[in-house]
């Protein structure tokens, strides 16, 4: 049977995880089996350490991990390796997990929440993958003083062939999913990092001849991704600019209690969260929207189980249940978090 870790994690986490098992239990019956295990700073709390190695382990044994969100005010002054956020960074460090995935698609019934003029904002649904364990953030990096004495930091980015290819198949794959289309963002103009990036999607590209490559400088498609975002099926880019423009993206669709995110390793196991935190000001009312949890595990199921039936089915009774004008409060709605995936399993 296939196996899912759930990591609830801190604050909203274990209320929006709870109620996405209900969503899963139902679409997918005795298929899938859940094991559960503390992370963050619950884990802290009750083992000493926000990642212990029976959560590590579990991670590892499991089909697909999903996680609720991490961050503990309590925990604030701990030290820095102790602190709940680093549990996050342990997963994606210890499983390999080099491919985020965040699309990013407006609701009909929500075209009123995004930022973006009603007649742009109802064209975005676009998925943007972006690389994890490379860039400038994985770079050397440090602080020194210049010959005039002067401070300067500094932090190298690179780039190796097989990084950006492993990234550019998950980015031709996922296009062949959609509708075929990929581009891929960059700033070879400037960067020979890019440079290399661009040519190494161009070599990957003749393995994949049904989908339609393009390519754009970053500054160009962070203007392009709010003046027309319709033109975008699937966008791949670096760490760096994927850090600045999933965010971008996302934010045109409405709350954060909306978007869902998958990390996948090489054989697509793959880490599955909402990409909000744990929401202290909010945890414990019954407050917190439990969509994009729920839509994270329709994500778990398409990319690491083989289940795109019942992802459609969970994904289409996400956008049923907002139909009937089920609404959290951040949407402006009053239904509490239980109220909301129930919404959801109506429609199912
Ligand atoms: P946050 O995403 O937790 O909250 C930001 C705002 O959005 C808050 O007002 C919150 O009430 C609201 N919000 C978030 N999720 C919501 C939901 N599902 N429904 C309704 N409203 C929602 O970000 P923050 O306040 O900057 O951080 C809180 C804690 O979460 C911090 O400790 C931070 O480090 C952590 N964090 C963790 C992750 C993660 O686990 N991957 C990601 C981001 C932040």
Same mark, same amino acid.
């Given at each position: ?25 139902? #679409? ?11 992370? /963050? ?62 699309? *990013?698609?407006?609701? *009909? ?10 007649? !742009? *904002? ?42 950006v290819?492993?990234?550019a198949?998950?980015g ?7 509708? /075929?289309r990929l581009c891929s963002v960059d700033k070879a103009n400037?960067?020979?990092?890019s440079q290399l990036w661009r040519d190494v999607v161009i070599e990957t590209a ?5 989908i339609a490559l393009s390519h754009m400088y970053v500054d160009n498609a962070?203007?392009q991704? !709010? ?5 975008f099926?699937v966008i791949v880019t670096g760490?760096?600019f ?14 954060? /209690?909306?978007?869902?995110? =998958? ?13 909000? /935190? ?39 009774? #996400?956008? =049923?249940?907002?139909?009937?004008? *089920? ?18 399993? =109506?429609?199912?």
């Amino acid at each position: 049977m296939t196996l899912i870790a759930v990591l609830p994690g801190d604050g909203i986490g274990s209320e929006v995880t709870r109620e996405t098992i209900r969503v899963l239990e139902r #679409v997918c019956g005795d298929r899938l089996s859940y094991e559960e295990a503390p992370v /963050g700073g619950a884990a802290y709390k009750a083992k000493g350490h926000p990642l212990p190695p029976e959560t590590l382990d579990l991670a590892r044994r499991a089909d697909a991990i999903l996680f609720g969100a991490v961050g503990d005010p309590d925990c604030d002054r701990l030290e820095r390796h102790l602190r709940p956020e680093q549990a996050i960074l342990g997963l994606r460090k210890e499983l390999a997990l080099f491919a985020n995935l965040r699309p *990013a698609k407006l609701f *009909a019934e929500l075209a009123d929440a995004s930022t973006l003029r009603p007649e !742009v *904002a109802a064209q975005i649904d676009l998925m943007i993958i972006r690389e994890l364990n490379g860039d400038v953030y994985f770079g050397e990096k440090g602080m020194r003083t210049t010959t005039s004495g002067l401070r300067e930091g500094y932090d190298i980015m690179s780039y190796d062939e097989s990084e950006v290819r492993r990234i550019a198949r998950i980015g031709f794959e996922t296009a062949r999913a959609r509708k /075929g289309r990929l581009c891929s963002v960059d700033k070879a103009n400037v960067l020979e990092t890019s440079q290399l990036w661009r040519d190494v999607v161009i070599e990957t590209a003749a393995e994949y001849p049904d989908i339609a490559l393009s390519h754009m400088y970053v500054d160009n498609a962070a203007m392009q991704l !709010v003046r027309n975002p319709g033109q975008f099926d699937v966008i791949v880019t670096g760490n760096l600019f994927g850090d600045i423009l999933s965010d971008q993206a996302s934010m045109c669709v409405g709350s954060i /209690g909306l978007l869902p995110s =998958a990390s996948l390793d090489a054989n697509s196991k793959g880490l599955y969260e909402p990409i909000h /935190g744990s929401a202290p000001d909010i945890a414990g009312k019954g407050l917190a929207n439990p969509l994009a949890t729920i839509l994270s595990a329709a994500m778990m199921l398409r990319y690491s189980l083989g289940m795109a039936p019942e992802a459609d089915r969970i994904e289409a009774a #996400v956008s =049923a249940a907002l139909a009937t004008g *089920a609404r959290t409060a951040d949407l402006g709605g009053s239904f509490n978090t239980t109220a909301m995936a129930d919404a959801v399993l =109506a429609a199912l």
